[in-house]
Structures are given as structure tokens and as C-alpha cells.
């Protein structure tokens, strides 16, 4: 097999996040402690994952992070944008998820990490109240305004290239509309300042006409729209979304295959959450509500495919349920309880109690899009990154028979990619470590 040309990770990466909340400080904060030899990056791919090359007879199993050419920890510069918080210490302060222990060892370089004024609308998040908000009204204006800050950006911390993140809160709910048919339109819609245009797509139009590899950690409209994934083809650009996959969601692309794979029947699967950080609030309100919802209920229908199964999978009641709880803080607690049956149709259930931390297992993941991604634009991919699904709840993908779920035929593909641009043969069956 021939590798793909990829372009070596010289000079700095910059990695940009609209919202310095709780992931994204998270997020920083671990990469810091992971150079500075404080803590292992636990949870990340790219860092502690290895590759199967061969047969398993070969014994071949690099580090991925040795295996492809990914840019460096020590090679990040960090940046975004926040309307409320003011710089990384502050947001992850804030945040509350890590403790100050852990916070005062990194305290003046994530001090150093200082929010840029944010695009920022109310309208699309109302429980939040911005404040370090760029005072401009018109639309055209403030994707001129990011693209600006981007250059800024680039120039004053030497980048040789950047990505971007959104890490910003879930917006209202919206179906796409004509705005986003074409670039054309979105384009005309930002000059006429069309009420169809949130903050995020402004984001993400900033970075594609700037270059910049863009991926969407929230569930709400961001690249997965005509005129974005047309855009991103047109500057050469790759983008992927949506909606980090971590707590209960990641739960549940463990269990259902494992359920499929058994033949056992689902007849029910009820899942509640309660979480009391900022996200928790914001999703309080009901139409940030169903934009998570929308990005939660897709999974299983994918997965467990109600119409090739339909006695095992036709009759399923699926809940998703998230409650504001303030006392949890970050750390949430997501119920699943499952109705399954088996043998003779005779009912069994399954009940999990996941003790999670939300921005401890989203983390890694902006670590691994965000490296990834880079690497993706430097093998010269452009448009839809599906390899990545592996890290998002509601996967981007431009086939007709829509996205896979499946979280060890996601690792299959993500690993694969990589073997394939390496110019190794793919492996289909046992993955080895
Ligand atoms: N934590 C997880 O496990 C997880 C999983 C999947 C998705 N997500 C999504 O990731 C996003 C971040 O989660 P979080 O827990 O860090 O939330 P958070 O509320 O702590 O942080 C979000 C930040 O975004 C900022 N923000 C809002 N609008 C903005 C704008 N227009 N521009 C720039 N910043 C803006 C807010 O001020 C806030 O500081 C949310 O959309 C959440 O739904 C999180």
C-alpha cells in the first residue's frame, strides 16, 4: 500500500476554543500538567493508545502518537473566546472540576490563557448573560471581527498552523433553513443579518474562510450544514462534528453493541441525568434542551438497526431526560435503567449508575479532535472527517445510509485511517491493543 504525503508538524499548533468553560479549561489545564510531567493524559487516543500493524504474529505495536506524525504537547498554544469568563484560571475556577491543588501548580500559565470578546447572542442561550461581548451588530461584521482575532492570534504566538474547537454552550434548537443552503446564501444571510444564523456557525465560517479545521463539541447546528461542508471543500478545509460523546452516551454505545452482538432484545431503555454545572443550566431551558435530546436519541436506532431486527429492536421507548441539580456540580450522575428480553421473549433489566465527570472525559477528547484534525488537514483531507465519529454523539457523515454509532466499528475505522495513510494494511478483525 502507498502512504498519503503528510506534511510534517513543524513549529506551533494553536488551538482555538470558542467557550473557556469547563471542557475547554479542562482541557488546557491537562495538557500543562501533561508536558510539565504532572499527570499522564489518561483517556486520550493519540497519546497512549497503540496500533496493531500486521498479523498479530509480527508483534508490531507502536505508540499511535510515534506511529503518525501528530503535532507535539509541548508544540500547543492555547486561545479562545468566552463571554463570561476571562481567562483560563478564572473559567476553570469557575468550572469547579479540577482542584485548586491540581489548579495552583499550572496557575500562571493558564493565567496567561486570556479570552478573546465573544460573538455572542442571547437569543441562542438564554440562560447566560454575556458580558465580554464584541460590541457589534451586524452579522458580516463580527465573522470579519473572528477572522481578525484569528490572524492576531496566529501572528502573535508564532503559529504555523491552527484548529479550532467549540466548546461553547449548547444553542437553542433550530433546523437548518434556506440561510444555510448554499455559501452563497449564508453569506448573503450575514450581511442581512438572518435571524437563522447562530454565533456558532459564525464561528465556524470565521475558521473555514480562515483555514482552520473546525469540529463541534456541542450538539446544536454548527458545520453539519450545506453551505459549511460545501465551504470546507471549497478552502480545503476538514470538519467534523457533533456533540462529544462521554458520559452516558458513551455508555450506551458500549452496551447496545455488545447486546446486538448477543441477539438479545431491547425493549426499553430510560436514561436520566442530573448535573449542576453551567452546561447543566443551560440545558435547563427547554428548546438548549432539545438540541441535546435530538443529538441523544439517535444512537440506538443506529446501532441496533430496528429494521433488519425488528422483533428484537422494532418496539423501543427511548427517554432522555437531563435535570439541573446544582449540588452535583461537574459532577454528573447519568441512570440508565434497560428492558431487555431474551430467551422465549422472558424480561430481564440492566440498571447503571455512571459517577461521572463530564469535562474529565471530554477532555482527551478536544486533545484528540484537535490533533487529529491537524493531521487530517497536513495529509491534505478536506470536507467530512467520518473516521472521527469514534469521539461524537451525533456523528457528521455524507453517506445516505447516515452515521455509524457502533463504538468498536468507529475504532475500527479511526485505526484504520491511520494505518491506511501510513500505507499499512488495514486490519478488519482482532484488534490488538
Ligand atoms: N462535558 C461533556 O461531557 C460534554 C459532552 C458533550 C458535549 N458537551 C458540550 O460541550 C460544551 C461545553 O461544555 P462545558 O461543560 O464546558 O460547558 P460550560 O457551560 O462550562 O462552558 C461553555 C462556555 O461557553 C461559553 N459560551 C457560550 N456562548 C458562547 C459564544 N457564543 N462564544 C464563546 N463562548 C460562548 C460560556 O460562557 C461558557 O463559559 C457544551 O455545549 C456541552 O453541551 C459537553
Not at 504566538?157 to 434556506?178: F, H, I, K, P
Not at 462529544?244 to 455488545?258: D, H, N, R, S
Not at 421507548?317 to 422472558?346: C, M, Q, S, T
Request: charged share 25%; aromatic share 8%.
Amino acid at each position: 500500500m502507498t502512504a498519503v504525503e503528510i506534511a510534517p508538524p513543524t513549529g506551533k499548533l494553536g488551538v482555538l476554543t470558542p467557550g473557556m468553560g469547563a471542557v475547554a479549561t479542562t482541557f488546557i489545564a491537562g495538557v500543562i500538567a501533561a508536558r510539565q510531567g504532572l499527570a499522564a493524559p489518561i483517556g486520550s487516543v493519540t497519546q497512549m493508545a497503540h496500533i496493531r500493524l500486521g498479523t498479530r504474529e509480527d508483534g508490531l505495536n507502536p505508540l499511535i502518537k510515534d506511529f503518525v506524525p501528530l503535532a507535539s504537547l509541548d508544540d500547543i498554544v492555547f486561545g479562545g473566546w468566552d463571554p463570561i469568563t476571562s481567562n483560563a484560571l478564572e473559567g476553570a475556577r469557575a468550572a469547579g472540576v479540577l482542584e485548586e491543588r491540581d489548579l495552583a501548580k499550572i496557575s500562571s500559565e493558564l493565567e496567561g490563557i486570556v479570552a478573546m470578546d465573544a460573538v455572542f447572542d442571547q437569543r441562542w442561550v438564554k440562560k447566560l448573560d454575556g458580558t465580554r461581548v464584541k460590541e457589534i451588530v451586524s452579522k458580516l461584521e463580527q465573522a470579519q471581527a473572528l477572522m481578525a482575532d484569528i490572524e492576531r492570534f496566529r501572528s502573535e504566538n508564532n503559529c504555523d498552523r491552527l484548529v479550532m474547537v467549540w466548546c461553547g454552550s449548547t444553542e437553542a434548537y433550530q433546523e437548518a433553513s434556506d440561510v444555510h443552503e448554499s455559501v452563497e446564501a449564508f453569506e448573503a444571510g450575514l450581511a442581512n443579518n438572518d435571524d437563522n444564523i447562530s454565533p456558532s456557525q459564525i464561528y465556524a465560517y470565521a475558521a473555514l474562510m480562515s483555514g482552520v479545521p473546525f469540529a463541534n463539541g456541542a450538539p446544536n447546528l454548527s458545520v453539519d450544514l450545506p453551505c459549511m461542508i460545501d465551504l470546507a471543500k471549497r478552502r480545503e478545509v476538514p470538519i467534523v462534528g457533533k456533540d462529544f460523546k462521554t458520559g452516558q452516551t458513551l455508555m450506551k454505545t458500549l452496551i447496545a453493541p455488545g447486546l446486538k452482538a448477543r441477539m438479545l432484545g431491547l425493549r426499553g431503555w430510560y436514561s436520566t441525568n442530573i448535573l449542576g454545572n453551567r452546561d447543566g443550566e443551560v440545558l435547563d431551558d427547554p428548546e438548549n434542551f432539545k438540541t441535546k435530546e435530538m443529538s441523544k436519541l439517535g444512537v440506538l436506532d443506529t446501532i441496533l438497526q430496528p429494521s433488519l431486527y425488528p422483533d428484537l429492536y422494532g418496539n423501543i421507548d427511548h427517554v432522555v431526560r437531563i435535570n439541573y441539580y446544582p449540588p452535583r456540580g461537574d459532577n454528573k450522575e447519568g441512570w440508565d435503567a434497560i428492558d431487555i428480553f431474551g430467551w422465549l421473549g422472558y424480561p430481564m433489566q440492566i440498571k447503571i449508575d455512571f459517577l461521572c465527570r463530564d469535562s474529565i472525559l471530554a477532555a482527551p477528547i478536544v486533545l484528540d479532535l484537535a490533533l487529529f484534525m491537524d493531521l487530517a488537514q497536513r495529509a491534505g483531507e478536506s470536507g467530512v472527517q467520518e473516521w472521527l465519529s469514534f469521539y461524537l454523539k451525533a456523528p457528521q457523515s455524507e453517506r445516505d445510509s447516515g452515521p455509524e454509532h457502533d463504538i468498536f466499528i468507529q475504532q475500527t475505522k479511526l485505526k484504520n485511517t491511520l494505518r491506511e495513510w501510513m500505507g499499512e494494511k488495514p486490519v478488519t478483525h482482532s484488534e490488538a491493543g
